[in-house]
């Protein structure tokens, strides 16, 4: 996953964040930073966001669902798009837009 739509918030927002993600596996923020740091070894190397819709909840909740495509450069040298489907949860935290929990599958076509 890229994360194409976190980009406009300036700075990868998670504060206390745990997601469930494709492969059936749950990672949690100090997961997912230590997986950032080690290396993946598939490199993202685009992405856009091909939908993005919301919906809120009193003054500081927010699901947010949509779809993305990215562009991934594999170990062996090939680029391969991968789209995927989400659903995040933002909380409003000290006037700060967080997300607190996210799902993410790839996209079957």
């Not at 993600?21 to 740091?37: N, S």
């Not at 490199?43 to 699901?63: H, M, N, P, T, W």
Request: aromatic residues 10%; hydrophobic residues 30%; proline residues 2%.
């Amino acid at each position: 996953m890229c994360y194409t739509r976190y980009n406009g918030a300036g700075e990868n927002p998670r504060g206390r964040f745990s997601g469930n993600k494709h492969k059936r596996r749950t990672l949690h923020k100090g997961q997912d930073i230590e997986k950032v740091a080690k290396g993946a070894k598939n490199k993202y190397i685009s992405g856009r966001l091909d939908k993005v819709e919301a919906r809120f909840f009193g003054g500081d909740v927010a699901i947010l669902y949509g779809v993305e495509t990215c562009v991934k450069r594999t170990v062996d040298g090939k680029e391969e798009p991968e789209t995927s489907v989400w659903t995040d949860t933002w909380l409003k935290r000290n006037g700060r837009w967080q997300i607190v929990a996210a799902q993410d599958a790839i996209y079957a076509k």
